[in-house]
Nanobody, 119 residues
């Protein structure tokens, strides 16, 4: 079993910054890609940013230039630095990790953390 524990999030004014982190714990696993998704009320969950083990990244268009995803492979941790936040960034943010536990492929989600951008 692989567990993802998120931290960060909260309330911030428009234009402000927040940082999220997500640490994977367990044993006998290797992570290929880690990412952040978000789900706003009444909307589908969408990809925000993803990073591979090798460091390749991909971002949703609306966050390009404002958000930065990074990871520490030694700590099995992924980070999301969010700058110039907008009210439309308000959502529950979920961490995701895909990889292998032994020979079995896994796809796990964190519990979600609320990000609210409001004045």
């Amino acid at each position: 079993q692989v567990q993802l524990v998120e931290s960060g999030g909260g309330l911030v004014q428009p234009g402000g910054s927040l940082s999220l982190s997500c640490a994977a714990s367990g044993s006998g696993f290797s992570i290929d890609a880690m990412g952040w998704y978000r789900q706003a009320p009444g909307k589908q969950r969408e990809l925000v940013a993803i990073i591979t083990r090798g460091g390749s990244t991909n971002y949703e268009d609306s966050v390009k230039g404002r958000f930065t995803i990074s990871r520490d492979n030694a700590k099995n941790t992924v980070y999301l630095q969010m700058n110039s936040l907008k009210p439309e960034d308000t959502a529950v943010y979920y961490c995701n990790a895909v990889g292998f536990l032994g020979v079995s492929h896994f796809n796990y989600w964190g519990q979600g953390t609320q990000v609210t951008v409001s004045s």
